[in-house]
C-alpha cells in the first residue's frame, strides 16, 4: 500500500546501533573528529511513511522497517557514546536516538542530512516528526 502514497518524509542517513559505538576504540573516535563516517557506518535513507518508517540499506540483510510499537522514543542528545567532542559544541550536532522497543534491538543512532563541515544535521526536525507520528 505504501508503494501507491508518497512517503511523508525522507532523507540521507548514516547510522549505527549504541553497541557498535560501545565498540569503537579510541583511533576510531580521533578519526571521526575528520568524518563522522568512522563511526556511522551504516547509511542509507530514512523514509517515513504514514504507518512506517524505514531505514534501507540498515545492514546485509536489507533495510529496517519499523512500526509504531517499535520505537519507544525519539530524541536528539548527547550520551557517553557520542558526546560533545565527537558531534560539535553545537547542540545541532547531537544525535537522533531511536529507542527500540525490539527485544533484540539495540539504541540506533542516526545522524540525518548529517553536513560534516560544519557538524550540523536535520536530527532536531525528524525527532519532532517521528514524535508526532509515534502519537498517531
Do not use: C
Amino acid at each position: 500500500m505504501n508503494e501507491l502514497r508518497p512517503p511523508l518524509a525522507e532523507a540521507d542517513y548514516i547510522g549505527a546501533t549504541a553497541r557498535e559505538l560501545s565498540e569503537k576504540r579510541a583511533a576510531a573516535k580521533i578519526a571521526a573528529g575528520v568524518s563522522q563516517r568512522t563511526l556511522f557506518q551504516r547509511r542509507g535513507r530514512i523514509v517515513l511513511h504514514p504507518d512506517l518508517l524505514v531505514l534501507t540499506g540498515w545492514s546485509d540483510d536489507g533495510d529496517l522497517p519499523l512500526t509504531r510499537a517499535d520505537i519507544a522514543t525519539a530524541e536528539t542528545r548527547f550520551t557517553h557514546l557520542y558526546g560533545r567532542f565527537l558531534g560539535g559544541l553545537l547542540n545541532a550536532g547531537r544525535p537522533l536516538i531511536l529507542d527500540v522497543t525490539r527485544p533484540s534491538a539495540d539504541e540506533l543512532y542516526l545522524l540525518v542530512n548529517h553536513r560534516g563541515f560544519l557538524e550540523t544535521t536535520d536530527d532536531r526536525t525528524w525527532a519532532k516528526r517521528i514524535e508526532l507520528w509515534l502519537r498517531g
